[in-house]
């Protein structure tokens, strides 16, 4: 590993339809990575170069629910190797695979031109195809718009796609980790002390069950090496292509609201095996048992990655760390980056502003299913990362000229807990173009490295006076002297002058269309309507019951309707849209 070299992991948080967000951030990186490049073969032969002359190299991307979403097309766009950045609001397709999936979704087009006839995401994902009475009802809302747009993105792949049109500034060697959550469980034995007696010829071992699973995609991936380690990406192999696909889907698979996927061959037990004795550290020597190997199949029901592991820094920092070793706290040369559209900051209240009695039985129901979900979200102590360099970005809105944040939340699609993004094509806009503006100020200011370059061991060793006096940041100390940093990823754009950080390329923020939402009550009602009916008809056995369910149906349906709208009313309301 090179000392002027900086080893970076993405890591996406899941955000449901603020995946637009996470997108517009790294369509923004990728950018700031391709002009520096650019930049630095132009000045290669000027000692006095005022571009930071180190290098930076992607090694994994991280993603679980959007954010693997996010990372898949990422990874395609560069493997596509015809990537582009987006830089204004556009409402034609604009052949950057980022934008067209997060921003359009599945919209038809015509919405956006002279017709202005057409479906929105949102109206498609009320409509009742996917409802039989076989199958029964596999979501809240109808998926086949989500899976529209995941096969797109690997339909339009070029032929000439491959890890040759990588740029210098992504690994060849890339890993692309993305969780998902199996409904089945990955049991391992600990093993108890034996102890025979009369009764009893031997103590049974103590059976721990896991339901995270890490798909961990190698780019350069060798049969022969790597078979049940780590799992191929050959999106031009049909076989490959699915899986690819089949695991984009099952990543933002949210509970209930939207349709698991169901694994069948695609996951052999070998890797499953191999995968979880690595990221749990299941050594022979924690007196564990796990199956021998086999060559058989796990079947499984995934749903989304974010269930259980919504912050998958911890798999890019063990993948980092494998390949790089220990870290140097005092000259870092690898690193994750976490952005979080949503990040879990403590609140501000106090314990003594707080009941946390809870005395009944549905105060137990309510505060069961958050316990269990933090608790599967609880990260194993070993995989903290002490001593690395891990930073976090998350969305925020300046007020113009100052540091003080806007009277409205940040995110336009972070209503419904994230699903307001499939109800308004505006909404994903201003995401999509605040995730860039944030990733410029994320660059300029927070992605920084002290910097001494007489020190060989240091990233920015030999870089020239005239790229510290363009690019440095100085740093006041607690002694009142002031130290040197530099950034990780120098901002080109920074040189035209263009240093506002409170400029946004949208600078309104967006409004809930009430009078159009309502437009969608019939839609709605049909769709809660023909769930009721479907959920139902299975379990009413008597003749004599059916009709009566039947007249009622349709009051149920109508109340839960109108429930649903004012909830919905009234969240956009509490968040000022």
């Known amino acids: 590993m090179s000392k002027q070299t900086f080893h970076l992991g993405l890591s996406l948080a899941g955000a449901v339809s603020a995946g637009a ?3 517009g951030f790294v369509d923004y990186l990728l950018e700031a990575l391709t002009a520096w490049e650019r930049a630095k073969t132009e000045q290669a032969d000027n000692p006095n170069s005022h571009i930071p002359n180190h290098s930076v190299i992607i090694d994994a991307i991280g993603g679980a629910s959007a954010g693997g979403m996010v990372g898949m097309i990422a990874t395609l766009a560069m493997y596509a190797g015809n990537w582009q950045p987006v830089k204004k609001v556009s409402y034609s397709k604009t052949g950057n695979i980022l934008y067209d999936s997060w921003v359009f979704l599945d919209d ?7 017709s202005k006839q057409g479906k929105s995401t949102f109206e498609k994902m009320l409509d009742t195809s996917d409802i039989n009475s076989k199958d029964g009802v596999t979501s809240l809302l109808n998926s086949t718009p989500i899976d529209a747009i995941a096969d797109r993105v690997f339909k339009e792949l070029p032929k000439t796609a491959s890890l040759e049109n ?75 292509r699915d ?11 949210f509970p209930i609201g ?33 199956e021998p190997e086999s060559n058989s199949n796990f079947q499984f029901t995934a749903i989304d990655g974010g269930t259980i592991n919504n912050e998958p820094f911890d798999e890019v920092l063990r993948h980092l760390i494998s390949k790089h070793g220990q870290p140097d706290a005092e000259n870092p040369h690898f690193g994750t980056v976490l952005i979080d559209p949503f990040p879990s900051f403590f609140e501000g209240t106090t314990t003594k502003s707080v009941n946390y009695e809870v005395s009944n039985i549905m105060g137990v129901l309510g505060a069961l299913v ?11 102590s070993d995989t903290y990362g002490i001593g690395l360099f891990k930073l976090m970005s998350f969305p925020r809105k300046l007020k113009p000229g100052k540091m003080e944040e806007r009277d409205h939340p940040p995110l336009a699609t972070g209503a419904l807990g994230g699903f307001g993004g499939f109800l308004d094509i505006k909404f994903r806009q201003h995401d999509f173009f605040l995730g860039r503006d944030n990733a410029r100020n994320f660059l300029r200011g927070i992605l920084f490295l002290e910097c001494d370059k007489d020190d060989p ?36 754009s920074i040189i035209d002058g263009d240093t506002n950080p409170t400029k946004y390329e949208v600078e309104g923020f967006p409004k809930f269309n009430l009078k159009a939402f309502k437009e969608l009550k019939k839609p709605l009602k049909n769709r809660i309507k023909a769930i009721i009916k479907t959920e139902l008809n299975g379990r009413i056995k ?20 109108n429930w649903v709208i004012l909830q919905i009313e009234a969240d956009f309301k509490q968040r000022k849209m």
């Open 243 to 253: 899986f690819l696909i089949k695991v984009t889907k099952a990543t933002g698979a």
């Open 457 to 492: 061991e240091n990233l920015f060793y030999g870089v020239s006076d005239e790229a510290i006096n363009t690019f440095n940041k100085k740093v006041k100390q607690k002694d009142g002297g002031f130290k040197t940093y530099m950034p990780i990823i120098p901002d080109i």
């Open 370 to 380: 958050p316990t269990i979900l933090n608790q599967a979200r609880n990260k194993q």
């Open 108 to 114: 038809d087009l015509s919405l956006y031109e002279t």
């Open 166 to 240: 990588f740029p210098n500034f992504i690994s060849k060697d890339l890993r692309l980790l993305i969780t998902l959550t199996s409904l089945r469980p990955i049991d391992y034995k600990v093993k108890l002390s034996r102890i025979k007696s009369k009764f009893l010829d031997a103590t049974p071992s103590h059976r721990v069950s896991s339901h995270d699973v890490v798909a961990h995609f190698k780019l350069n991936y060798n049969e022969e090496l790597d078979l049940h380690k780590h799992l191929p990406f050959h999106p031009h192999n049909l076989k490959s």
């Open 258 to 290: 939207l349709k698991p996927r169901y694994f069948n061959d695609e996951f052999s037990t070998n890797f499953l095996n191999k995968s979880l004795k690595t990221r749990k550290s299941l050594t022979d020597e924690k007196d564990v048992f796990i």
């Open 542 to 561: 008597s003749w004599w019951l059916k009709p009566i369910i039947s007249i009622f149906r349709g009051l149920v349906a109508s109340k839960i309707t």
């Open 21 to 23: 967000y996470t997108a």
